[in-house]
């Protein structure tokens, strides 16, 4: 009996990283004092007497106290880690559960390993290198390691995913970054989470920067609302939350039953304009139609500069003139029911391109959420030329660079793209030097952090206004 006390006191002092009790030489106390103090031990510790008692005061030595066996330790017998989390492994098996003297040594295994079950796993869905790139610097920045599986397609075209490690008990956190082939990197995120949901993971959030198919969030004629179907799915697969950044609607979040955190990128993006832009304090920020003003409204008025607007020019994503939405089809000699006059709307017409502001002799900054097909925003570069802008950059925050990006990028008047790496784009910064990129993994590692050790999130949105 007195080796399986000491055997616990010392698993449990080395888990809350104090020298054990039994390399306290003089100090230690009688094994009788041991046995009385483990019978009297609460069969439950809050996490903030723990911390209160890990931390204790320096410069009293009978203010150290072992939670596990409520010893009062001297100082020289703590390490440099003792603020380490309370109530982990073999600590929390001991804390939370007063196991009665004399019980058998499998029996204090078995706890400390359902205890040890509870922290965390850092996934990534997809296996090519430059998918892992953003996975890889999100681990290392919690000091964590990569969770280990494997992802790979079948000869047939299948997606097979396998998890190689225990997952039972744990929040596990999915990244997937959106290479090009959209629709094969959502299913490796639906079949590894509900892979995770079967091995009985305790939560699984997914870590997706670049949510999928968020430009189709309206109904377009006789389409469907993709978005909404994607949020379905996923909560099918057994996602219980999800961490993303800049939505293209922020209404998507409506779509999802379980919470969502909608990080921003736009500090990263400020500090980059202010670190890297010389004489940033002669710029102007554009938005390149009427959708994005409120963004190009919001870095305005944080940088202190101009605002313009580029107004008229081509909408082929939006399309809401053309709703096409009619039940039944129209006839050319269609019947209408007598006292029925409905008021006829009016085409839309667009009016010629005009830029609303003054961008002579300055830097124009042109600021939206996504950056893919790149024609507009080369059309919008060549009339800031001709309105007397001398440096024209682009900032978004997903940059897809789909098709020709690269070559239209380079052969255009635009100095810089600066986009996050929120979607890889390795190739594409080889084929055009122009696009430089931004790193954001240090908010996502810390909204992992915070949610894994249930913190508040209000710190990752500091000053953060309904129109960001």
Known sequence: MEAYIHHVLNEACHDFHLLPCSQLGENRPRDDDVAQRLRKLPRKTSPSRANKAMRGNPGDEMNAVCLPCN????????????RALPGTGAARAVADTALPLGAPRGLHDSLAMNAAR???????????????????????RLGAELGKSVVYQETNGETR??????????DIFIIQTIPRDVNTAVMELLIMAYALKTSCARNIIGVIPYFPYSKQSKMRKRGSIVCKLLASMLAKAGLTHIITMDLHQKEIQGFFSFPVDNLRASPFLLQYIQEEIPDYRNAVIVAKSPDAAKRAQSYAE??????AVIHGEAQCTEQDMDDGRHSPPMVKNATVHPGLELPLMMAKEKPPITVVGDVGGRIAIIVDDIIDDVESFVAA?????????YKIFVMAT???????????????????????????????????????????????????????????????????????
């Open 71 to 82: 010893i009062k330790h001297t100082p020289w017998a703590w390490q440099d880690q003792h």
């Open 398 to 468: 997903h940059g897809l660079l789909s098709a020709d990006a690269p070559r239209l990028i380079e052969e255009s008047s635009i100095d810089e793209v600066v986009v996050t790496n929120t979607v890889p784009h390795e190739v594409q910064k080889l084929q055009c030097p122009k696009i430089k990129t931004v790193d954001i993994s240090l908010i996502l590692s810390e909204a992992i952090r915070r949610i894994h050790n249930g913190e508040s999130m209000a710190y990752l949105f500091r000053n953060i206004t309904v129109d960001d």
């Open 118 to 140: 509870s922290g965390y796993r850092v996934f990534s869905a997809n296996s090519t290198a430059a998918c892992t790139e953003l996975a890889k610097r999100i681990t290392e």
């Open 381 to 389: 570069a060549e009339i800031l030329k001709e309105r007397g802008a």
């Open 161 to 170: 995913v396998e998890i190689k490690e225990s997952v039972r008990g744990q």
């Open 302 to 307: 944080r940088l202190r500069l101009g605002l």
